[in-house]
């Protein structure tokens, strides 16, 4: 299966594979520690033992040993006494083994009772020690008992790392299926994308995971991808629009001069309006270039500090005698000095299509006036002029490129002047305000530490 060979699954079985040998080594440990420690116990005990019975009068000894041994209700203690030639006197003890030299320390034997008919001596810790009158006492101690908690670590180990073991297998082939499919559905849903279909989206959940964080990113770009490619599938005929009626109005110009006119004068009054039709068509491409260079960022290393009250007063003698030519009246008012860092020349040309756009749309005898206001940790340029205004409706359309309301159509442009204005804004992370009412007011809120674009 898939799922098997997934990264995930690997890793999950790798995690299980040393959980399971970290756990094996510590029960091991466990085990040869609680082992030591008994033989240990059952040696002190042995010797605190022979050392008391070896000390007791051959007249007590005999009935000490019997007492002793009739107290061992788990029948683990061995004690016997033997004489010079190995014969039993007294104990349980079968016969003195071999291997057990009288005054050595305490060591394992194989020692068999006296009543024992079973086949086979178990493993006993014994001493042998001689006594007064020649004989040799001997004292034991069965440790089995370690063999019984061996017997239990291996039970609690298996029982314990068998089932843990199995549920890391378990988790790491649910993951590695989980995890691929949502692989597949991403896949999925891109090739739906790839097909053609914009308004496809990756899945993702409202928690703080990494792959929903990454889903949320990539259906942002993937918003903003989509609104790039509508508006340039628009884009395209509008300017295929703009561009063919000063292009056909040209032709028809020169073809109507070519017939019809008589002299040189009509020929050359032919000429003027083609170019102008031609001039035309050339200022929609170069505005066109204009935007894909800001909207590309390439400006943004030009970047610097830039004295507001200054440039807005530059706009304003850049514009006053065309506003004095249609008798309106054109004011700038600053508070202050104020400072922003951006681009000198593309704010300057931001700020100088709405000026002319404010005069452009204001009736004669109207007025038009530029302020830069205070904010609270920002910068406020303000157009405002007695114009029709835009309305509510109208707020998203006009930064479209070559959108023109029905009720200015009669008046010269191209439609991309609030476009560019828009791009312009961006670049700098500043934001672009229109509101509504009779009368027209835009707004560029320039923040103390702007954005910006890289």
Not at 377 to 384: N, P, S, Y
């Amino acid at each position: 299966m898939q799922f098997i060979r997934s990264n995930t699954f690997h890793w999950a079985a790798a995690l299980a594979a040393l959980f399971a040998a970290f756990v094996t080594i510590l029960f091991g440990f466990i085990y040869f520690k609680i082992d030591g420690y008994l033989i240990a116990r059952s040696d002190r005990m042995v010797t605190t033992q022979v050392n008391f019975f070896a000390a007791l009068p051959p007249s007590r000894l005999i009935s000490a040993l019997d007492d002793h041994l009739g107290q061992d209700s788990r029948g683990v203690q061995f004690a016997g006494i033997f004489d010079a030639k190995g014969s039993r006197l007294a104990g349980n003890v079968a016969r003195l083994p071999d291997d057990l030299g009288t005054g050595a320390p305490v060591k394992s034997v194989r020692m068999a009772r006296a009543d024992d008919k079973e086949a086979g001596a178990p493993l006993v810790r014994a001493v042998a020690r001689s006594l007064d009158d020649g004989n040799v006492l001997v004292i034991g101690r069965n440790v089995d008992e370690t063999q019984e908690i061996s017997r239990v670590v291996g039970a609690a180990l298996a029982l314990g790392l068998l089932p843990a073991f199995c549920f890391w297998l378990l988790a790491g082939a649910w993951l590695s299926v989980r995890a691929q499919k949502r692989v597949e559905e991403v896949n999925m849903r891109v090739r739906r994308i790839i097909a053609g279909d914009l308004r496809e989206r990756l899945p993702h959940r409202n928690i703080d995971e990494p792959f929903s964080r990454l889903a949320a990113i990539v259906n942002g770009m993937l918003d903003e991808l989509e609104t790039t490619i509508n508006a340039l599938a628009g884009v395209g005929n509008d300017i295929a629009h703009d561009l063919r009626t000063p292009l056909t109005r040209a032709r028809l110009t020169l073809e109507r001069g070519r017939t019809n006119a008589t002299t040189l004068e009509q020929l050359q009054q032919a000429a003027d309006k083609a170019i102008a039709g031609i001039d035309q068509s050339l200022s929609i491409v170069t505005a066109l270039l204009r935007l894909a260079e800001i909207e590309n960022s390439r400006r943004s290393a030009a970047f610097g500090d830039v004295a507001l009250g200054e440039m807005l007063r530059e706009v304003c003698d850049m514009y006053e005698p065309i506003a004095e030519d249609k008798q309106i009246a054109l004011s700038a008012s600053t508070s202050g000095t104020l400072h922003v860092r951006g681009d000198r020349d593309l704010l300057l040309e931001a700020v100088a299509n709405l000026v002319d756009n404010a005069i452009k749309f204001t009736p004669r005898n109207g007025s038009v006036k530029l302020e830069l206001l205070r904010g609270e940790g920002e910068a406020i340029l303000r157009v405002t002029d007695t114009g029709p205004g835009i309305s509510d409706k109208e707020h998203e359309a006009v930064l479209r490129r070559f959108y023109r309301s029905d009720k200015i159509r009669s008046t010269p442009g191209i439609g991309l002047g609030l476009n560019l204005v828009s791009a312009i804004v961006k670049l700098h992370g500043f934001r672009l305000i229109i509101h509504s009412g009779p009368g027209g007011r835009v707004e560029i809120i320039c923040p103390d530490e702007p954005i910006g674009q890289a």
